[in-house]
């Protein structure tokens, strides 16, 4: 799926970058490009980013 349709930038290198460190809509835009034309897809961005981060969470929550 595309989420930056100005370059045609896909999901899976916006998670590439995000699973590289990225953590802002700069970051991932200095990463692959994605929002750094029109910036409508900085809100798909952010999910992608915080949907990351709760997996990570949640990876590292323990049951006691």
Known sequence: MY???CLGITIEKVSD???GGATTTRQVSDACGAGSDCGRCRRTIISII???AAE???GRRRTV
Do not use: E
Request: glycine fraction near 0%; charge should be neutral; charged fraction near 15%.
């Open 3 to 5: 989420v930056c349709l």
């Open 17 to 19: 970058a995000v699973a």
């Open 50 to 52: 915080r949907s990351a």
């Open 56 to 58: 990570s969470d949640s």
